[in-house]
């Protein structure tokens, strides 16, 4: 096993040491419940592409990627802890290495092991995979198109730029909406990095893919339940995000769980300064910049 290899592998590691112990213990919570409900009833005759709670109940919220794969773990290995979260783990470690391809096409080597090590261990990551966690899925996906972009940005070349849009529309398929907040985002880093020719191709490439990947569910979704499915995917959905309560202790949540997130934002944010002053910098620094 090569050097480089057992280096990009020591995150997942460490991701594992932090989910893989107690998987079994505690109980179905939360959304765990009906994502679990759905994703096995799916498989054990329900229909794949139309959830369902129930024959005579369907389930309108969320589309069907993720629950697809965590059903298929829940019908193959029993209704159990274990076979609930395992798929989430799978989900985070996927993150984790596209995090690293990511930051190894804009940085060294050693910067791309300290993403992957600081992501594994910020509480706010690994704590989803004790549950069914779409957001884990739609991470995996939009990481994913961050890696291609990184690729573009590197290499200047258009292919990457339209792949994304594969990858933005496997996360449409697995969370509703939120992706397509990464393509203006996509727009800004290929600007601020010297690639603003390569923008044009994440609106005729990348953007058509995705919704031919995303648009037919969710037409066919509307085509069997009309304006209640309209009602409860997206109005349903928006007032939930809009009235969900604050934390009241921001800052004591950051210092207290997402230290780790900290100390790698401060290695960005310190390169991005040290770039923005060194006149030999080709722009890509600027990326860490976002990042951070």
Known sequence: MSRDLKLFLLPILVLFAVTLPHLEQGEFR?????????????????????????????????????????????KLFGANLIAARVPSI??????????MLAVSNLGTRREAVMSGIVLALTYEF??????ISLDLWQLLFIMAAVWLIASAIRSDRIAPVVLSGIAIGLALM???????????????????????????????GAL??????????????????????????FSRQIEKVATKPAHSRPFIICKRTQRPTGHGCARWSTRAICA?????????????????
């Open 30 to 74: 939360r959304d765990t419940v009906v994502y679990a409900a759905v994703g096995r009833y799916m498989w054990d005759g329900g229909s794949l592409v139309a959830p369902h709670i129930s024959p005579e109940k369907p389930y309108l919220h969320k589309p069907p990627l993720a629950l697809w794969i965590h059903g298929l773990f829940l």
């Open 90 to 99: 799978l989900a985070a470690a996927g993150a984790i290495v596209f995090n």
């Open 126 to 131: 690994f704590r989803r995979t004790r549950e």
């Open 174 to 204: 697995s969370k509703p909406l939120v992706a397509l907040v990464a393509l203006p985002m996509f727009g800004i880093w290929l600007a601020i990095t010297r690639r603003a020719h390569l923008i044009i191709w994440l609106v005729l």
């Open 208 to 233: 058509p893919i995705a919704l031919v990947i995303a648009a037919p569910w969710h037409l066919y979704m509307y085509s069997l339940f009309g304006n209640t499915f309209a009602h409860q995917y």
């Open 276 to 292: 923005s002053g060194d006149r030999r910098s080709d722009g890509r620094d600027a990326i860490f910049f976002c990042l951070a």
